[in-house]
């Protein structure tokens, strides 16, 4: 009988840890699972915060190059009518006294 109790108990210890096997996995694929999810949500999330960010500062850089095409294409305009009203202009030689236009210097 002393042999038949040993058999019992360690049937029980094994049912016990099969048990606790079982209930181990059971809660590590279920909290696997929330924490999968978890981790999926924040990931979205990240990706959606940064392409916001993203595309608010590509529409301040674009924003920023059109100010700065516009503001060179103003300065050349003014350059290029300076330099149109300055050729208009008569030069005067000191060397002989005339007045010449700088197409005529040329």
């Given at each position: 009988?002393?042999?038949?109790?040993q058999n019992g108990a360690g049937i029980i210890i094994l049912a016990g840890i099969g048990v606790?096997?079982?209930?181990g996995v059971a809660v590590g694929l279920l909290l696997g699972r929330r924490?999968?999810?978890r981790t999926s949500d924040e990931i979205t999330e990240t990706v959606d915060e940064l392409r916001t960010k993203a595309q608010?500062?590509?529409?301040?850089l674009s924003d920023n190059v059109t100010?700065?095409?516009?503001?060179?294409?103003q300065i050349l305009e003014d350059a290029d009518s300076?330099?149109?009203?300055?050729?208009?202009?008569?030069?005067s030689n000191h060397?002989?006294?005339a007045t010449n236009t700088h197409a005529e210097i040329r």
């Open positions: 009988m002393a042999k038949e109790e606790g096997v079982l209930t924490n999968a999810q608010h500062v590509l529409q301040e100010d700065l095409v516009e503001k060179s294409r300076d330099a149109a009203n300055h050729a208009a202009a008569p030069q060397h002989n006294g």
